[in-house]
């Protein structure tokens, strides 16, 4: 027996607010469910954010339903979670993926949290946040002793796990009980495929380029799914890539050579079906950044779909990755080092402590330091600033301190 197991296809994802992009994930989910029929799988798995958000868009619940009526029409049955966007994190409600089970699709979720399949027992449970991290894993105890009845299982879920994500993590790895045969994973974007407890785990990753930071890891191991022999006396994994519909160019440029550098751009894109996405870094810009943007835009604007420019203005350079490496630098290194340009030591502390609490995923004590800080440094210099003014005394330099620690403030925030 053999199954296919994606994950994150966020159907009705309108990347960058582009329709294009929004069908663009469209296509990628109708060629995945062609890829698993000609597969011939026996079932399929989905762990999670089948759609972008709890409220999908008619034509992402057109999308899916024109995906599960072609398994149907193959034989083919299919088991979903729900995921952290397909979820509302409120007492009583429903996933979108309820709307679909009267046309097939089997709902693993607290109320039916296991299924059988021929001899496979099928359990998991939709996301959970870390805020409900013992409830998860009191119920992921409940399903591996109901899993030790069975000599092939597979737990489905849709959560984050220390060892790959290393914050904003809902499990540990030594949380996750090591008895099932296959770990049907979801969350994380990246292709993950390794060997845990008597089995495998396994991160599909997302079906499209949901974010820009997953451009390194489409370049390695593609987009797509996986399909698992259970057969033999340990699951077998294949990687399906599948192709994406439109290509994402990422490109530094150097000022000094843009011409060529455009050029060199032009070259690779002009035999492209689809205009791609340009994520391009112009380094050491010497004039206003708004006229390389319009060349820019005027030489590439009819050849792609969008272009994302970022201008590292000579006089004012970002840290290069070359300058990271040489010098050793962590986290909290750059983050000084990106604010010494505003001179301002307040500013720095709070970006080292918000660093600190949300990479422990301190949201409530993140916000609690934000308001204290607008407080004593904005605020309290505004108030003093009325007080004078009622008493008609002009007094300039607290104005400019404010103003100057509000540009600091929300350069932090961004």
């Known amino acids: 027996m053999k199954f296919a197991h994606l994950s994150d296809t966020h159907l009705g994802y309108r990347q960058f607010g582009l329709i294009e992009r929004e069908k663009d994930f469209y296509e990628v989910f109708e060629r995945v469910i062609d890829k698993i029929i000609e597969e011939k799988v026996d079932f399929v798995i989905h762990s999670g954010d089948l759609f972008e958000t709890a409220r999908p868009s008619p034509n992402a619940l057109l999308a899916f339903q024109r995906g599960l009526l072609k398994l149907k029409g193959a034989g083919i049955p299919m088991y979903a979670i729900a995921g952290n966007h397909d979820s509302v994190i409120r007492r009583g409600a429903i996933p ?3 709307v679909f089970k009267k046309l097939g699709l089997k709902v693993i979720s ?18 959970y946040p870390s805020s409900k991290s013992k409830i998860l894993k009191s119920k992921l105890a409940e399903l591996s002793k109901k899993a030790a009845d069975y000599e092939k299982s597979i737990l489905v879920l849709h959560q ?7 914050y904003q993590y809902e499990l540990e790895i030594g949380d996750i009980p090591d008895n099932f045969t296959y770990y049907a994973f979801g969350h994380i974007h990246k292709y993950v495929n390794e060997s845990f407890g008597k089995g495998r785990l396994v991160y599909p990753g997302s079906g499209e380029i949901w974010k820009t930071n997953e451009l390194e890891d489409y370049k390695k191991n593609g987009k797509g799914f996986v ?27 150097d000022y000094e050579n843009l011409e060529n550098g455009i050029a060199g751009i032009k070259e690779t894109i002009k035999d492209f079906d689809k205009q791609p996405i340009l994520d391009l870094t112009i380094r050491g810009v010497e004039s206003d950044a708004g006229d390389v943007y319009d060349i820019i835009n005027e030489e590439l604007g009819d050849l792609s779909l969008m272009i994302r420019p970022k201008f590292n203005v000579k006089s004012d350079e970002l840290i290069d990755e070359d300058y990271i490496k040489q010098k050793g630098l962590g986290a909290k290194e750059i983050i000084v080092e990106q604010l010494k340009k505003y001179n301002n030591d307040d500013v720095t502390q709070l970006a080292i402590n918000l660093y600190e609490y949300l990479s422990k995923d301190k949201i409530e004590e993140s916000e609690d330091l934000i308001k204290q800080f607008y407080n004593d440094f904005y605020n309290s210099t505004k108030n003093e600033i009325e007080i004078q003014t009622e008493e008609k005394v002009e007094l300039k330099a607290p104005q400019k301190k404010s103003e100057s620690i509000q540009e600091t403030f929300n350069e932090v925030l961004k």
Request: proline share 13%.
């Open 160 to 166: 984050g796990i220390d060892k790959y994500l290393g």
């Open 110 to 127: 607290p109320i039916n949290p296991n299924y059988i399949q021929g001899d496979i027992f099928i359990a998991g449970l939709p996301y």
């Open 96 to 98: 979108p993926q309820v």
């Open 227 to 253: 399909v698992v022999d259970f057969d033999g006396p340990k699951p077998i994994v294949k990687r399906v890539k599948i192709d994406i519909p439109r290509e994402f160019i990422k490109r530094s440029l």
